[in-house]
């Protein structure tokens, strides 16, 4: 058993009304069906875990158990400048701000894997394991998505540099543009702001890499 019991038990009353005639609507029957295959699951192969899919799965999973409430979790996050020092941001589809290709670190994944897979995603371009530079982390604010779900992320920033591909945008972002570090938009993140004002500390540090 992988599930809390007494949530298990309470899923187990919730059948045996449905079987009574009691009646249950279609969102709760498909949430106790979801919570009994993964208290079945392996959860030690996150291959094997049950609904899993190519776009956050770990994160959906959490999500269905937990709602809203305030999650922790590691984020890479992929600071893309070009040959300019010019550095690349997105605008999200969510709430039209500009900020930093990244993503949350899944089960089984490394910071750097997920770097990779991520600016593949997000961006279209592809970025090799020798092309990553660790420039820092930043955490301890929260951020409110405009569904109503909270995160403290804890970001791991990678400087990635000299890219091949070509800029494509998906379902997350509405727009891709290299900017200079000293002409940002106004519309940003403040995780954003606070990272392109460090790379301005470190201009020639960074600028060597």
Not at 146 to 163: A, E, Q, T
Not at 191 to 204: N, P
């Amino acid at each position: 058993m992988n599930m809390n019991p007494q949530l298990m038990e309470l899923l187990e009353m919730a059948r045996n009304a449905q079987e009574g005639g009691c009646f249950l609507d279609s969102n709760l029957c498909d949430y106790v069906e979801k919570i009994k295959a993964l208290n079945r699951a392996d959860l030690k192969d996150p291959t094997k875990w049950p609904w899993r899919d190519q776009t956050n799965g770990y994160i959906k999973t959490l999500r269905m158990l937990v709602g809203h409430f305030p999650l922790v979790p590691p984020v890479a996050t992929a600071v893309i400048l070009n040959d300019d020092m010019q550095i690349l941001l997105e605008r999200r589809s969510d709430d039209g701000n500009w900020s930093i290709p990244g993503g949350i670190v899944g089960a089984g994944e490394s910071v750097r894997e997920c770097i990779i897979h991520d600016v593949d995603r997000e961006t279209g371009l592809l970025a090799t394991p020798e092309n990553l530079h660790l420039f820092g982390e930043l955490s301890g604010k929260a951020h409110n998505y405009p569904n109503g779900d909270i995160i403290y992320s804890v970001k791991i920033i990678y400087v990635v540099k000299h890219c091949s591909g070509e800029l494509k945008t998906n379902y997350e972002n509405l727009e891709l543009q290299y900017f200079a570090l000293s002409s940002i938009p106004d519309k940003v993140s403040g995780s954003t702001r606070k990272i392109v004002a460090s790379l301005l500390d470190r201009f020639d540090e960074v600028s060597g890499w």
